[in-house]
Every structure is written in structure tokens, then in C-alpha cells.
């Protein structure tokens, strides 16, 4: 195959295609190439919780506002329905409250606000632990494994990009790609490998520290309530930098240490979102390794299911299906590197990519693509 096109993506996950959009919307001739026959990463294995409250200070929470906003704007468009809107983030503990209350002082506050526990049964709809909590509007979830293919089709039929499949990259050079299947031309391309580390541009990966972080999920019966918003807990405070890096955290981390050490050694704190079919998905915990392993242990579950327990006030439904799911990951939001003229290397290294990676593409697609006489930097 040799083909000319304006830009070409590798990587046909939620930041390759959010390049494919901000090209395609620049006006550009767009190639997403993949080495898989369908999403199969971490963009369809994740909770499609778009969250906004609780990102990091900064560019990273105006990735996500923005992020958010373009997926209100394609939703319809692509057939992506908008299954929860804002979040529901439970303090269980005075600490937890206190970082809420430190954090409705910040200018990340825009649309939250705190609600105490007998105002928060339209958003909790059971008797849980909680001494109130922070509600927000502006956060939203889809369901990824239908959102992903979706918006690829949507994006192929409205948008005109083309899509190569089953094609992996084995090399990039400005302005061409060497694929399995033959090489394809491009003025510019933007590489979205996602957590495969060494087959392009590995001394980027190694230069910047980047490593593989696995989760492991599940899936739960219906519980008979409805949850508008996707919900959290304290264990989520230390964790979101948004929260994490106010100084109040400090008094909720030596707490958690000393009540929940096992949750905080396995990186587990609870998000639970609501599927159309009144299924829950549940998660998560976080463990690092180049090549993590593919078991999802049982006492790791066992912790998930523990703070579901505590946040809902009874027992986790029956799990219907467990899975694990893997992203780059180092410290900082994302990795974003010119490895060679009109080329541009992609990585969100902060497991936040369907929350930040519109956002992020506009930012990438104006540097490397929107110079006024028309050439690529
Ligand atoms: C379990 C789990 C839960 C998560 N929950 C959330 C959440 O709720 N909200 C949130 O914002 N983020 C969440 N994240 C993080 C988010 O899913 C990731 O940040 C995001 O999906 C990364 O997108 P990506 O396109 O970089 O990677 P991927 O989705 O992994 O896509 C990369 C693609 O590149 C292709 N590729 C790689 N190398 C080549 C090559 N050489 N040639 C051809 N193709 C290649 C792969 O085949 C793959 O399709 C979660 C992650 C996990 C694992």
C-alpha cells in the first residue's frame, strides 16, 4: 500500500483518535493505522468515566474540561450515549471532608458543590458510610467498548479518515510509515502507541521512565438502584492530584495508612459507574511492572468489593465478569516528544486518557499542523 495523506496516526485507541478528530477537523486528509482488527487496549477496557474534578491543577484539568466538552459534542453525532453525568465523591471520614471542603475553595471547584449525606440520597440511592459529599456537574461517562468503535465509524463516515487495520508499524521517518502491510505517506504523523514501549521510538519511553501499570475490574449484577453519577470514596482523594496535592490530604493519607494499608499497597480505591443494562463496573487497583502480569488476584478483588461495601452501606452484587487492562504510565500527565520533524510521539502517562485526550490532541494537532503557511513542524 502507498498512499499520500495529510496526516497519519498510529494507534487507533482514544488519544490516536482524538488526533484523527482535531486533524479532521482542521481539514486534513487523515490515516488511523492499527495493528488490531478491533479496540482492544486500555481505551475499551476502562471504566469511560470522563472525569474532570479531581485532575491535576492546571493544563491537565483544562485537558479534561475541554475533553469533556468535545465528547458532549460528538456524543450524539457518533451514536455515543451519555450514560451518567457529574460525579458523586462519598467522604466517609472528617479528613476526606476536610480536603472537599479545601478543594470547593479552588478554582476547580466551577459546578461542585458539598451535600450532606441526607442530600445525597437522589445521587446514593442506599443507606451507605458517608458523611456527605462533593457533587459535581461536570464529569460524564460512556461505555467504552461501544463509545470506541463508535466513534472510529463516526469519525470514518462524517470526518472521511481512513482506517488501516491489522497493520503494525514497525518504523516511522518523517513523512513515512513502514507498516506489515507496506508503507504509507504522510506530510505529518503523530504516534498513539499507547503502553507498547519498544517498538517505536523506545529511548523516548526509557529516557522519560515510562513503565506499565495494570488494573484490575469488574463487572456487577444489576443492584436494583440507579446511580446518576458515577460515584468515588476517600481511598480516590489520594490519588486524583486535584485532591491529592492540597495540603489536607496529608491528614487523610496517615489515616488511610493506618485503616486501609492494604488497599493503599495495591493502589485500590473505588470508582463505580452504571451501565445501561443497570450493571455495574467497578474498580480498581494499580500494580507496576515493563511486563505486568496477566492474573487478576482475588484478594485484590476482595479490596474493591470491601470499600464497595463500606461506601454502599451492603453487599457487592454478584460479579458477572472480571478483566485487567494495562497503561503507560510515569510520572507527569503525558509524554509528548518531536522524535523528528512533522512527527510527534503521544503517550498519556497518568491513566487519564479518555478524561484529558481531546483535550490534549487539540493542543498537539495545533502545534504540529496549524502554521499559517501551510507547512508541518
Ligand atoms: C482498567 C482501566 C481503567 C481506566 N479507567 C479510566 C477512566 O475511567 N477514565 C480515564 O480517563 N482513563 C481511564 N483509564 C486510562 C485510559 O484508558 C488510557 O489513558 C487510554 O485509554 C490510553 O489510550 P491510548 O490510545 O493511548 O491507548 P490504547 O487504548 O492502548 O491504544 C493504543 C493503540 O495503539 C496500537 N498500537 C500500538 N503500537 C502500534 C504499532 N506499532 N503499530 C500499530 N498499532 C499500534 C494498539 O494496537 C492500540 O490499539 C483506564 C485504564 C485502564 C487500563
Same mark, same amino acid.
Given at each position: 500500500?502507498?498512499?499520500?495523506?495529510?496526516?497519519?496516526?498510529?494507534?487507533?485507541?482514544?488519544?490516536?483518535?482524538?488526533?484523527?478528530?482535531?486533524?479532521?477537523?482542521?481539514?486534513?486528509?487523515?490515516?488511523?493505522?492499527?495493528?488490531?482488527?478491533?479496540?482492544?487496549?486500555?481505551?475499551?477496557?476502562?471504566? #469511560?468515566?470522563?472525569?474532570?474534578?479531581?485532575?491535576?491543577?492546571?493544563?491537565?484539568?483544562?485537558?479534561?474540561?475541554?475533553?469533556?466538552? *468535545?465528547?458532549?459534542? *460528538?456524543?450524539?453525532?457518533?451514536?455515543?450515549?451519555?450514560?451518567?453525568?457529574?460525579?458523586?465523591?462519598?467522604?466517609?471520614?472528617?479528613?476526606?471532608?476536610?480536603?472537599?471542603?479545601?478543594?470547593?475553595?479552588?478554582?476547580?471547584?466551577? =459546578?461542585?458543590?458539598?451535600?450532606?449525606?441526607?442530600?445525597?440520597?437522589?445521587?446514593?440511592?442506599?443507606?451507605?458510610?458517608?458523611?456527605?459529599?462533593?457533587?459535581?456537574?461536570?464529569?460524564?461517562?460512556?461505555?467504552?467498548?461501544?463509545?470506541?468503535?463508535?466513534?472510529?465509524?463516526?469519525?470514518? /463516515?462524517?470526518?472521511?479518515?481512513?482506517?488501516?487495520? #491489522?497493520?503494525?508499524?514497525?518504523?516511522?521517518?518523517?513523512?513515512?510509515?513502514?507498516?506489515?502491510?507496506?508503507?504509507?505517506? /504522510?506530510?505529518?504523523?503523530?504516534?498513539?502507541?499507547?503502553?507498547?514501549?519498544?517498538?517505536?521510538?523506545?529511548?523516548?519511553?526509557?529516557?522519560?521512565?515510562?513503565?506499565?501499570?495494570?488494573?484490575?475490574?469488574?463487572?456487577?449484577?444489576?443492584?436494583?438502584?440507579?446511580?446518576?453519577?458515577?460515584?468515588?470514596?476517600?481511598?480516590?482523594?489520594?490519588?486524583?492530584? #486535584?485532591?491529592?496535592?492540597?495540603?489536607?490530604?496529608?491528614?487523610?493519607?496517615?489515616?488511610?495508612?493506618?485503616?486501609?494499608?492494604?488497599?493503599?499497597?495495591?493502589?485500590?480505591?473505588?470508582?463505580?459507574?452504571?451501565?445501561?443494562?443497570?450493571?455495574?463496573?467497578?474498580?480498581?487497583?494499580?500494580?507496576? /511492572?515493563?511486563?505486568?502480569?496477566?492474573?487478576?488476584?482475588?484478594?485484590?478483588?476482595?479490596?474493591?468489593?470491601?470499600?464497595?461495601?463500606?461506601?454502599?452501606?451492603?453487599?457487592?452484587?454478584?460479579?458477572?465478569?472480571?478483566?485487567?487492562?494495562?497503561?503507560?504510565?510515569?510520572?507527569?500527565?503525558?509524554?509528548?516528544?518531536?522524535?523528528?520533524?512533522?512527527?510527534?510521539?503521544?503517550?498519556?502517562?497518568? =491513566?487519564?486518557?479518555?478524561?484529558? /485526550?481531546?483535550?490534549?490532541?487539540?493542543?498537539?494537532?495545533?502545534?504540529?499542523?496549524?502554521?499559517?503557511?501551510?507547512?508541518?513542524?
Amino acid at each position: 500500500m502507498k498512499q499520500g495523506f495529510d496526516v497519519a496516526v498510529v494507534g487507533a485507541g482514544i488519544v490516536g483518535l482524538a488526533h484523527a478528530l482535531a486533524a479532521a477537523r482542521l481539514g486534513k486528509r487523515v490515516v488511523v493505522v492499527d495493528r488490531d482488527a478491533q479496540a482492544n487496549g486500555a481505551s475499551v477496557r476502562n471504566f #469511560g468515566f470522563v472525569t474532570v474534578t479531581g485532575q491535576a491543577r492546571g493544563a491537565v484539568w483544562r485537558h479534561a474540561r475541554r475533553s469533556a466538552d *468535545v465528547w458532549r459534542e *460528538v456524543a450524539d453525532a457518533a451514536g455515543v450515549e451519555v450514560l451518567q453525568r457529574g460525579l458523586t465523591m462519598i467522604a466517609r471520614r472528617p479528613e476526606a471532608k476536610a480536603v472537599l471542603e479545601a478543594f470547593l475553595e479552588t478554582e476547580m471547584a466551577d =459546578g461542585c458543590a458539598w451535600r450532606d449525606a441526607e442530600a445525597l440520597g437522589d445521587r446514593l440511592p442506599t443507606r451507605g458510610g458517608g458523611l456527605g459529599g462533593l457533587t459535581s456537574s461536570v464529569d460524564l461517562r460512556v461505555e467504552s467498548r461501544s463509545a470506541i468503535p463508535r466513534l472510529a465509524a463516526w469519525l470514518e /463516515a462524517a470526518h472521511g479518515v481512513a482506517f488501516l487495520r #491489522g497493520a503494525a508499524v514497525r518504523g516511522v521517518e518523517t513523512g513515512r510509515l513502514e507498516t506489515s502491510v507496506g508503507a504509507i505517506e /504522510a506530510d505529518a504523523i503523530v504516534v498513539c502507541p499507547g503502553d507498547d514501549l519498544v517498538t517505536l521510538f523506545p529511548d523516548s519511553f526509557a529516557r522519560a521512565g515510562v513503565t506499565r501499570c495494570k488494573l484490575q475490574m469488574l463487572r456487577l449484577a444489576d443492584p436494583g438502584w440507579r446511580l446518576p453519577a458515577p460515584v468515588m470514596s476517600d481511598l480516590g482523594l489520594v490519588r486524583y492530584l #486535584g485532591y491529592a496535592d492540597l495540603p489536607e490530604a496529608r491528614a487523610l493519607r496517615a489515616r488511610l495508612q493506618a485503616e486501609q494499608p492494604a488497599h493503599l499497597e495495591h493502589g485500590v480505591h473505588l470508582i463505580v459507574v452504571q451501565s445501561a443494562d443497570g450493571s455495574l463496573v467497578v474498580g480498581d487497583s494499580h500494580h507496576y /511492572a515493563l511486563t505486568p502480569d496477566p492474573f487478576a488476584r482475588d484478594d485484590v478483588d476482595a479490596l474493591i468489593l470491601d470499600e464497595f461495601a463500606q461506601v454502599f452501606g451492603q453487599a457487592p452484587p454478584m460479579v458477572l465478569e472480571r478483566w485487567t487492562g494495562t497503561y503507560a504510565s510515569a510520572e507527569g500527565h503525558s509524554l509528548v516528544e518531536t522524535p523528528m520533524p512533522g512527527v510527534r510521539l503521544v503517550v498519556v502517562t497518568g =491513566g487519564t486518557g479518555a478524561s484529558t /485526550a481531546f483535550g490534549l490532541a487539540e493542543t498537539v494537532a495545533d502545534d504540529l499542523l496549524n502554521l499559517s503557511d501551510g507547512a508541518f513542524a
